[in-house]
């Protein structure tokens, strides 16, 4: 009976010294990268705006299973950072630890997946953070508005047809550049107004005219737009030489809505359309073709009423003429292109 009292004895105390290794083991420890903080707790970026981190030496928190325990990084506020993974957005997690040689700094305590009490070490968050293996960069967001690009110089039309031109100029360091194109210098209309490239093709432009065009750069971000001087160009559309209908817009008089007859003359050939002088536009278009041969010789043209003395002549090229004779005295306006 003894004899087994005493096997017992040195089993039981087998377990207990098995029991008092298990217990005094630690955790296992790895070689952890965390963010460099300042004072207030704030993470320290460089130059560049990156995280600067440190390498420390952090006993990992496993459960009651052994497995390391994870939690969801989350920001200043509270919310789960996410990366984009394989197209989807993901939340970012990390490996539970706490420092080794003592308790962790700024200790909370939570439940891991198997139940148990687990010790984590919660770093502050900066706004938007992205995880890149053990490093962390840090996306600042500006505070005051970018510095205003360089003005454009060498400005200059290229490729110039009857109704288009190529505006290009060299390029400088900035964010876009817009465009913007006049006919006579005062009123200017939008070209663009976001470019990323130092050229763009403008159309739909009057044959044998002059265009003033003007271009400047600008800086941006979400503080706000910084832009340059303009910087300023000009060119002149070709001549049109192909053979076209021309369309006369004519503003007519107003006199009590007078019965009267329109004499449109157009080189060798005569039109007349009856017409009431109520001040209305008449619109009228050639039934034949007709072009010009070079700038000294323009396709000729007057435009007259039979009750009316006054009379209008002139030479163009252009497939549309607004002429207004609703003042007694015929003024001819800049016509435009429709081709």
């Known amino acids: 009976?003894?004899?087994?009292?005493?096997?017992?004895?040195?089993?039981?105390?087998?377990?207990?010294?098995?029991?008092?290794?298990?217990?005094?083991?630690?955790?296992?420890?790895?070689?952890?990268?965390?963010?460099?903080?300042?004072?207030?707790?704030?993470?320290?970026?460089?130059?560049?705006?990156?995280?600067?981190?440190?390498?420390?030496?952090?006993?990992?928190?496993?459960?009651?299973?052994?497995?390391?325990?994870?939690?969801?990084?989350?920001?200043?506020?509270?919310?789960?950072?996410?990366?984009?993974?394989?197209?989807?957005?993901?939340?970012?997690?990390?490996?539970?630890?706490?420092?080794?040689?003592?308790?962790?700094?700024?200790?909370?305590?939570?439940?891991?997946?198997?139940?148990?009490?687990?010790?984590t070490t919660k770093k502050k968050k900066s706004n938007t953070t992205t995880k890149k293996g053990s490093k962390t960069t840090t996306k600042k967001t500006p505070t005051k508005k970018p510095e205003a690009p360089s003005t454009p110089s060498g400005l200059t039309a290229k490729n110039v047809t009857v109704n288009s031109a190529t505006l290009s100029w060299k390029n400088v360091s900035c964010s876009g550049y817009e465009a913007e194109i006049s006919q006579d210098g005062q009123t200017y209309t939008s070209v663009s107004n976001n470019l990323t490239n130092n050229s763009v093709k403008v159309e739909k432009l009057i044959s044998n005219t002059e265009y003033k065009f003007r271009v400047r750069a600008f800086n941006t971000n979400s503080a706000g737009t910084s832009v340059s001087e303009w910087a300023y160009g000009d060119?002149?559309?070709?001549?049109?030489?192909?053979?076209?209908?021309?369309?006369?817009?004519?503003?007519?008089?107003?006199?009590?809505?007078?019965?009267?007859?329109l004499v449109i003359k157009v080189n060798d050939d005569t039109y007349e359309e009856n017409v009431k002088l109520d001040g209305s536009t008449y619109t009228f278009k050639t039934t034949k073709k007709y072009k010009a041969a070079d700038k000294k010789n323009l396709i000729k043209y007057s435009i007259s009423l039979k009750n009316n003395q006054s009379s209008f002549s002139g030479e163009t090229d252009k497939t549309q003429v607004a002429v207004d004779i609703s003042g007694g005295e015929i003024n001819i306006l800049d016509g435009e292109d429709d081709e």
């Open 235 to 261: 060119f002149k559309t070709k001549l049109n030489t192909e053979s076209h209908y021309i369309t006369f817009k004519i503003k007519l008089p107003l006199s009590g809505n007078q019965d009267d007859v």
């Open 1 to 119: 009976m003894n004899k087994y009292k005493s096997i017992i004895a040195v089993i039981a105390a087998l377990v207990l010294v098995c029991s008092l290794i298990a217990c005094t083991q630690k955790a296992p420890t790895e070689s952890v990268t965390q963010a460099v903080t300042d004072e207030n707790g704030e993470p320290v970026t460089g130059e560049n705006g990156e995280l600067i981190t440190e390498e420390i030496e952090a006993q990992v928190v496993t459960d009651q299973n052994g497995a390391p325990v994870t939690e969801v990084v989350t920001d200043g506020q509270g919310k789960p950072v996410t990366t984009v993974k394989d197209g989807q957005y993901q939340n970012v997690t990390q490996v539970v630890t706490q420092r080794t040689g003592g308790s962790p700094t700024a200790p909370t305590t939570g439940k891991s997946s198997g139940g148990s009490k687990t010790t």
